[in-house]
Every structure is written in structure tokens, then in C-alpha cells.
T-cell receptor
Framework: DTGVSQDPRHKITKRGQNVTFRCDPISEHNRLYWYRQTLGQGPEFLTYFQNEAQLEKSRLLSDRFSAERPKGSFSTLEIQRTEQGDSAMYLC????????????FGPGTRLTVT | AQRVTQPEKLLSVFKGAPVELKCNYSYSGSPELFWYVQYSRQRLQLLLRHISRESIKGFTADLNKGETSFHLKKPFAQEEDSAMYYC????????????????FGQGTILTVHP
């Protein structure tokens, strides 16, 4: 296992388009997290899953954002009708449920909305 | 609302000098505090956790509930310590759904000069 992977690594899209990102966690990890990071800031929590259940979602997450983890393995994060303010690095992390603070991060997907 | 503040965006020291990266938090309950580190071209990773009270790579951090601080210290900095450091907080309620949901500070870039 090479760790958490994310695809794509970079995405450039035009305002108003929909985008979808994928995250593959470490195989034995049952928790999966999504964070967003803008320039000069630390990662900001978006949502997390335990197995296939989405347990918490940030109030900052608008209804244009949706995340799924259908089989409790990989996860997708979709942003509909992208806006320039969505430009950021989107980070995925995974952990064991009994050690949720020890999160293993992926390399991130950098989104640029033009 | 929980918040983590790292007052220094940049910190420069010379090799062999002591280093202290400051972190202050606000949280109404009993938090767990962590330091995460990101070396150049690497992923974000856990450095240490306050509950474990261990020294990792020569770094230690003590939780001071009276001052709501969790400063990271190392007595003799090394060039390989140069990295971005993030302080993070989680709810300390191990049975709660928010346990493991991390709130990050803005980060401090540490540069250790030869």
C-alpha cells in the first residue's frame, strides 16, 4: 500500500462547471476525511466518513458540495457549479476508527476555477 | 466554537539554537492537541500528540490548560527540522462523532539556517 492517493492532482475548470475528485484511502482505514486548504491557511475540515456512513459535515460546506463513499472504500467529492472561491487544495485523509487523530494525508487535488 | 491560533507565520533560527513554535487554542470542553508537520514535497503527517507526552525527533509539547497553549519546543534545532508546522485540536470525547475531527491553525514555516 503506497498510502492515500488522490486523483486528479490538478484540475483547472471554468466557473459554472462541475468537478469530481477521487480519494483512495489506506486499505484497512475505515475513516476518511476531506479538508480544504487555501493559500496561507491550515486545512479546513469539510466532512468525514466512517465506513460508508457520512458522520459529520461542516456547516461551511454549501449544498453545491457532495461527498460519497459508497462501498466504504474510495470516496468522491463533487462540486457543482464551481465558483472562483472554490479554488483551493482539496486534501483527503484516512485513519483507523480507534485512532482518528492519526490521520494519513494524501497529496491533495489543486483546483483552479477560472 | 473551537479555534487554533499560531501567531507566527514564519520563524527562522540557526542550527543548534532552541526553537519554540507557539500555539494557542480556544475550546469549551476538554481538547486533545496535536502537532502535524509537512516537510518540503512531502505530505502532512502527525508529529506528536499531547496525551502521549513523548518526544518525537527531539520535539516536545506541553498542554497548558491555564494559558490554553500547546507550544512545540526543541532545544537544539537541526536543518532537517525546516518544514511547515500545524497545531491541531480535536474534541477529547473519544465516544463522540467529533472525535478526530481536526481544527488546524494557520501554520508556521520554520527555517533552520546552517
Amino acid at each position: 500500500d503506497t498510502g492515500v492517493s488522490q486523483d486528479p492532482r490538478h484540475k483547472i475548470t471554468k466557473r459554472g462547471q462541475n468537478v469530481t475528485f477521487r480519494c483512495d484511502p489506506i486499505s484497512e482505514h475505515n475513516r476518511l476525511y476531506w479538508y480544504r486548504q487555501t493559500l496561507g491557511q491550515g486545512p479546513e475540515f469539510l466532512t468525514y466518513f466512517q465506513n460508508e456512513a457520512q458522520l459529520e459535515k461542516s456547516r461551511l460546506l454549501s449544498d453545491r458540495f457532495s461527498a460519497e463513499r459508497p462501498k466504504g472504500s474510495f470516496s468522491t467529492l463533487e462540486i457543482q457549479r464551481t465558483e472562483q472561491g472554490d479554488s483551493a487544495m482539496y486534501l483527503c485523509a484516512s485513519s483507523l476508527a480507534y485512532r482518528p487523530y492519526e490521520q494519513y494525508f494524501g497529496p491533495g487535488t489543486r483546483l483552479t476555477v477560472t | 466554537a473551537q479555534r487554533v491560533t499560531q501567531p507566527e507565520k514564519l520563524l527562522s533560527v540557526f542550527k543548534g539554537a532552541p526553537v519554540e513554535l507557539k500555539c494557542n487554542y480556544s475550546y469549551s470542553g476538554s481538547p486533545e492537541l496535536f502537532w502535524y508537520v509537512q516537510y518540503s514535497r512531502q505530505r502532512l503527517q502527525l508529529l506528536l500528540r499531547h496525551i502521549s507526552r513523548e518526544s518525537i525527533k527531539g520535539f516536545t509539547a506541553d498542554l497548558n490548560k491555564g494559558e490554553t497553549s500547546f507550544h512545540l519546543k526543541k532545544p537544539f534545532a537541526q536543518e532537517e527540522d525546516s518544514a511547515m508546522y500545524y497545531c491541531a485540536l480535536s474534541s477529547g470525547n473519544a465516544g463522540g462523532t467529533s472525535y478526530g475531527k481536526l481544527t488546524f491553525g494557520q501554520g508556521t514555516i520554520l527555517t533552520v539556517h546552517p
